[in-house]
């Protein structure tokens, strides 16, 4: 085992805006040997995420950063090599958070087994992961979802946005996706029967978005921030909900936007049309995990509910991936295949 | 009755920026004479509050503006002088929506009847009233006031904030106002017992609040906007809850701040710190006037809720009264004593 390389990405150095090639390092070492009661996983899929791009900042956040040196975290769909572990047994398929590598050594806390035969092993980090959680309760949950709301919801072809658009079809809702390229809007309207698709790529977002909004927006389900927002807010209809999920588009922001401070404009809204802006993070509200594989486990087999994944071939493509996740590149929830899928029929 | 005067102030304009005194005007016409089925009312007490400021503005917005020409809008406390109508006798105290008017005919729909025995008629528009109301859903229902929450409250000494406060401080919170005046700021926290109270005045505002919040603010009742608002917003703690009552700072602004747009950084804390602003306005929220009554009205038979009036004395006061209740000058509950209040005893 330890003649293995085990190859890792590492922080290099905190990004100022776009994290840009040298930021990142691609170091090898030895594949490390698993002690008494732990285990050694083999990387088979790596979920890249935008909140990673969060933790690439220096200073404070919700959760603790990626220092300069430190292999850069992730959830991790793998398989076990050895065990000296109860718990799990050899080829075992295990979620985990091992990071941006090829093989980690884990005690057994918080990985958790997957069975192939009930779902792909790849959506644990997907549809039937935090992705899908995320949706989920911030749908539901945080954005208190009504009967009849009409729904916006940005960066709808995405892991994320797929989710939430899809269910609130299924709670009869009228549904408006902002994706970007052509073939997503396509996507989003054809194949998951949103009512409506606007690309933020367009001169006439603003106008686009009121066209097929006639009746306004209820809830807003913010992923990505930027323009999309701003097209967003004037067409709030009184007591519409913001779930505030992600800001893709002002991750890489270095400086604040030139112009006024909209800020009193914004907040003018907020009372004027009673609305309600609520940031949250899929890790504060693991109590609804079981209603959330019960519901989008049930919807998945029955076909109502589709899922795309965007899969990367090769951990040395990991960084690059992850530059066009943030560029909005991606289609379909991203991951990279860091080694071979034996369940797969492709 | 015919023989007699009532004066009325109109809006004469719609204000840009501060109101001026030519954006009213003060006409007399003949007291109304009441119909079958209607009753004649004279105004003791005129309430005037912030939210008037923005039904002067021409527009669309959550409630009917005010033409030019029309009486301006207003709550008042008033005694029936001549009765047409079964529900109500000559004599009876009622309060209404008679606007700022010495005289007004109704037909009794929306009046209600005030006994004097069970609280001074001029609570009617004050802490048992729609600010005291407001106090109330905003804290308990909007800003679900939890146990040990750090409360800041702007407009300390207000109608609205004294009584965020006390609520606050009944409930077992730890209660920081923001009020202007010294006077204010040693009212607030020697007879209302909120813990501190900064001055927004001071040059050095946000050293000052975080001097007094060490342990950050969990609710934030906004009152104000301006540069209260930016004081507390970095002291917010994660999941922190802001309700939004008013903006009275920014009431009169003709254009927005000048320096970049802070919309991205303030929405970059919702998300991060999962916060929750959420406008309301309290007609939105009747359904808890029972409740409302039953706990305010309580506290204050038993003492530990406290209010402060700032009455007025002769109607052609009231236009300098409202343009000093925006620059929060007054001094508790602003009323205007249009005509004697035969309850009083003083």
């Not at 590492?10 to 698993?34: I, M, R, S, W, Y």
């Not at 899929?45 to 935008?50: A, E, G, K, N, T």
């Not at 994320?160 to 809702?173: E, L, N, R």
């Not at 029967?193 to 603003?206: E, K, P, Q, R």
Request: negative net charge; charged residues 20%.
């Amino acid at each position: 085992m330890s003649s293995l390389v085990n190859r890792q990405i590492v922080l290099n150095a905190h990004p100022v805006g776009a994290p840009v090639d040298t930021d990142f390092a691609l170091v090898e070492g030895p594949v490390p040997a698993p002690g008494d009661g732990e285990l050694l996983v083999r990387t088979i899929y790596l979920s890249l995420d935008p909140y990673m791009r969060g933790r690439m900042n220096p200073g404070p956040s919700y959760a603790k950063g990626v220092d300069v040196g430190d292999v850069m975290t992730g959830q991790t769909v793998g398989q076990v090599v050895t065990s000296n572990h109860g718990g799990f047994a050899e080829g075992e398929f295990v979620l985990s958070a091992n990071g941006w590598q090829e093989y980690a050594v884990s005690d057994g806390q918080g990985v958790r087994k997957l069975d192939p035969t009930v779902a792909p092993i790849s959506t644990a980090v997907g549809v039937l992961g935090m992705p899908g959680m995320t949706a989920y309760v911030g749908l539901l949950d945080v954005g208190a979802l009504k009967d009849g709301d009409r729904v916006v919801v940005s960066a709808a072809s995405g892991a994320v946005g797929a989710v939430v658009g899809q269910i609130a079809k299924i709670k009869g809702c009228h549904v408006v996706g902002v994706a970007g390229a052509q073939k997503k809007c396509d996507y989003v309207t054809g194949e998951l029967g949103f009512d409506a698709c606007v690309s933020h790529y367009s001169d006439t977002l603003d106008e686009d978005l009121r066209a097929v909004c006639p009746d306004g927006i209820d809830l807003y389900f913010e992923n990505v921030g930027g323009k999309v927002f701003e097209a967003v807010v004037p067409l709030l209809n009184d007591f519409a909900r913001m779930p505030v999920c992600g800001r893709i588009a002002n991750y890489n922001m270095t400086e604040l936007p030139a112009g006024p401070n909209e800020v009193p404009k914004l907040m003018g809204l907020v009372l004027v049309r009673r609305l309600m802006i609520r940031g949250f993070i899929v890790f504060d509200h693991v109590a609804r995990q079981p209603d959330f594989i019960r519901d989008v486990g049930g919807w998945i087999r029955s076909g109502e509910l589709k899922y795309r994944e965007d899969i990367v071939e090769g951990f040395e493509n990991a960084v690059g991936a992850f530059q066009g996740l943030l560029r909005g590149e991606n289609f379909g929830k991203l991951l990279v295949r860091v080694s071979d899928d034996s369940t797969r029929q492709e």
